[in-house]
């Protein structure tokens, strides 16, 4: 019996939803509110009492002082294998260059003499970064969440990762000292739905931060979600999932390590691979029974692979392809088909898309020099990755002579008339004429 299912969409016609085709793991973030809302309430209300007593409740280890102390984010550093340290030193360099290339410049528009209007870039004030730390201690997301914020020019980060039992209390030595080659010197040992409410409430001695970025389980999104009016936020992002498309030029070991690589995450990571041929699928199938039974996570590994979410689709061709993973609109979209390139350039929705063979989703992950946060459960359609642009908020600037005021101020009095704003238009008739 196969590892994972099969959708054969070869037959459908136009009238098919292939976005509904091709089904998610339930992660219903309504059911989580009661209890999370609960939590940020205990926070708003209790302060860092409440954080205390969450981070025993669901970390299993109390924590009394949870700002990690500068020396030992310097120890962790020091202590961090070189060819880890070397990793991180290449990765953080692919990827400030990357961010570097994406700052906007303020533009300026002249509308007539002495009318200017300034559209201007200002970065926000500060920023609260999650990273879990959960299953795994995901230090690459430390790097992509700091990089863009500090290439954006924000001056105030603060980062929070759970305590670990394992390591007294502290955060994961690896984060750690990977805030430490960043230059990042506030970090919290908390997390969860409680790290959120710290970051959007300022409590103890974390102050109120204006916006929170970072991935995180059901219970940091639903966090997200409640307090999004006290405070920014990057996205509600889910459990991560990867589209392949590929026709039979795909190479089968490739997919199916691919496919892996996503599942390993979280046991309701979603890994679909959307293709044209049936000799490819039951390669892949094959390959899947090998490779799970011989990496670490098989557990893990099996049911997110076993998964409603996870699946082989078959498509009649890569036209019906396109439209398939264009409706799915994957966080990570990999293409393994002859030209493609030209096939990628015709993607509309993915968080990020990799092109051919040589580009799998675990080199954005690390070192490709894009960003690994990105747009899950189908907001790609309308939503984009984590980049410089989601720390800086732009801002008209709009400066005009008494003459340039003249020359409008007709309209904009009839204009406020036809909108029954009389004090609108006095507003510029108190002005023009004098």
């Not at 409430?201 to 974390?206: A, L």
Request: with cysteine; net charge negative; charged share 20%.
């Amino acid at each position: 019996m196969s590892l994972i299912r099969r959708i054969d969409l070869r037959d459908a016609d136009a009238t098919v939803d292939y976005r509904a085709a091709v089904p998610r793991a339930d992660f219903d973030i309504e059911a989580a509110v009661p209890a999370v809302h609960a939590i940020c309430e205990e926070v708003r209300t209790r302060g860092l009492d409440a954080i205390v007593e969450f981070g025993e409740r669901f970390d299993g280890v109390r924590v009394d002082d949870i700002r990690v102390a500068p020396e030992a984010m310097r120890a962790a550093l020091d202590q961090l294998d070189p060819d880890i340290r070397a990793g991180l030193e290449e990765s953080i360099r692919r990827l400030r260059a990357t961010c570097a290339n994406e700052l906007e410049h303020d533009a300026v528009t002249d509308l007539g003499p002495g009318a200017r209007v300034t559209h201007r870039k200002v970065p926000v004030g500060r920023v609260g970064l999650y990273v879990p730390g959960g299953l795994a201690p995901l230090v690459s997301s430390v790097l992509m969440n700091v990089v863009p914020a500090q290439t954006a020019g924000v001056e105030s980060i603060a980062l929070a990762s759970p305590p670990q039992k394992e390591f007294g209390g502290s955060v994961h030595p690896t984060i750690l000292a990977a805030c430490a080659l960043l230059g990042v010197e506030e970090v919290y040992a908390v997390g969860g739905a409680q790290a959120i409410a710290m970051f959007a409430y300022g409590v103890g001695p974390c102050r109120r931060v204006d916006l929170v970025t970072g991935p995180g389980n059901i219970w940091v999104v639903t966090a997200k979600r409640i307090l999004k009016g006290q405070v920014g936020i990057d996205s509600e992002a889910g459990p991560t999932e990867i589209a392949i498309l590929a026709d039979d030029t795909g190479d089968a070991s490739y997919v199916a390590a691919d496919l892996i690589s996503q599942a390993e995450h979280d046991p309701l990571a979603a890994s679909v691979l959307v293709t044209t041929s049936a000799r490819l699928a039951a390669e892949v199938e094959v390959e899947l029974d090998r490779q799970v039974a011989a990496t670490k996570h098989t557990e893990r590994i099996t049911t997110s692979l076993g998964g409603k979410q996870s699946g082989i689709v078959l498509v009649r061709d890569l036209e019906q392809g396109l439209e398939v993973v264009n409706a799915y609109a994957a966080e990570h979209l990999e293409i393994h088909t002859e030209d493609a390139a030209g096939w990628a350039a015709r993607v509309r929705n993915a968080g990020a898309i990799f092109v051919g063979p040589h580009a799998p989703v675990s080199l954005g992950d690390y070192c490709a020099g894009s960003n690994h946060v990105l747009p899950t459960a189908g907001c790609a359609c309308h939503s984009s990755g984590l980049s410089v642009r989601a720390f800086t908020k732009s801002v008209h600037v709009i400066d005009y002579s008494a003459q340039a005021l003249a020359d409008v101020a007709a309209h904009v009095v009839t204009l406020a008339e036809a909108e029954d704003l009389p004090g609108h238009g006095a507003a510029i008739t108190a002005r023009v004429g004098r």
